[in-house]
């Protein structure tokens, strides 16, 4: 069983920058595609940035290439997502969930199997 704690949401301004990281508990963490997802009050769940277990594939949402940035580091068990240019609709609790087989970084919440708890970000205007 792998254990997800996210860290480092906040308040910022339009405009700025946050990196959030996960961290991972659990010996078979770095065999794992990992991903960050997002929910909006009201809204469902979606897909942010997804990466491969060696972190040579990454995927995002279409919305979002080229402001976010997913990486990871094995040696010492964590995912981080880089986010710039931060703008109010980014407002929502960010989850780090992992997926296990071996597979690819999926787009779509049921492809993963552990979800962390959650970290809050709002971007004021």
């Known amino acids: 069983q792998v254990l997800l704690v996210e860290s480092g949401g906040g308040t910022v301004q339009a405009g700025d920058s946050l990196r959030l990281s996960c961290a991972a508990s659990?010996?078979?963490?770095?065999?794992?595609?990992m991903g960050w997802f997002r929910q909006a009050p009201g809204k469902e769940r979606d897909f942010v940035a997804g990466l491969s277990a060696t972190g040579i594939t990454k995927v995002y949402a279409i919305t979002l290439k080229g402001r976010f940035n997913i990486t990871r580091d094995n040696a010492k068990n964590m995912v981080y997502l880089q986010m710039n240019d931060l703008k109010p609709e980014d407002t929502a609790v960010y989850y780090c969930?992992?997926?296990?087989?071996?597979?690819?970084?999926?787009?779509?919440?049921?492809?993963?199997?552990?979800w962390g708890q959650g970290t809050q970000v709002t971007v004021s205007s």
């Open positions: 659990g010996r078979t963490f770095s065999s794992h595609a």
């Open positions: 969930a992992g997926r296990v087989g071996g597979n690819g970084p999926g787009t779509v919440a049921h492809e993963y199997d552990y």
